[in-house]
């Protein structure tokens, strides 16, 4: 377990060091620091992920990864973890959370085959919504 732990301290820094560059602009090294963050995490589920007696920490390092994947644009990659970690048995407030991820990564792309032209305020508004 130390080598998950590791790596997740590693990568929630990474992601803390992100959120401080963008704040001040860099937003160059702040999508760097936030793909090196998402790797680990990602890593760090790997390591967990057939442990279905782990949770909640398996399907916490999940929804981490899954909300790193999401800030570095790689929505494949997000549904992947989010499906890994409700195949499990996430704790019921995790579980919504990841299906909210879901639903965030999906919703657009959704309403635009319906031929639903949508823009992030009026999605932002419907996901306020429903919290």
């Known amino acids: 377990m130390s080598q998950i732990k590791e790596k997740h301290t590693t990568a929630m820094d990474l ?3 992100a ?3 963008k704040l001040r602009g860099d937003l160059e090294q702040a999508s ?7 790797d680990l995490e990602q890593e760090a589920a790997a390591l967990i992920a057939h ?3 782990a949770e909640p920490t398996r399907s916490v390092l999940h929804r981490s990864a899954a909300t790193l994947a999401i800030e570095c644009g790689d929505f494949k990659a ?3 973890l989010i499906a890994t970690a409700l195949s499990g048995n996430p704790p019921e407030e995790i579980a919504s959370e990841l299906k909210d991820l879901f639903i965030q990564i999906n919703l657009r792309p959704y309403l635009e085959r319906l ?3 949508i823009d992030n305020e009026q999605i932002n508004a419907l996901m306020l919504k429903s919290k």
């Open 78 to 80: 997000a549904e992947r």
């Open 15 to 17: 992601a803390e060091a």
């Open 51 to 53: 442990q279905l007696d």
């Open 32 to 38: 760097l620091l936030t793909k090196q963050a998402f």
């Open 115 to 117: 031929g639903i032209d």
């Open 19 to 21: 959120f401080v560059a």
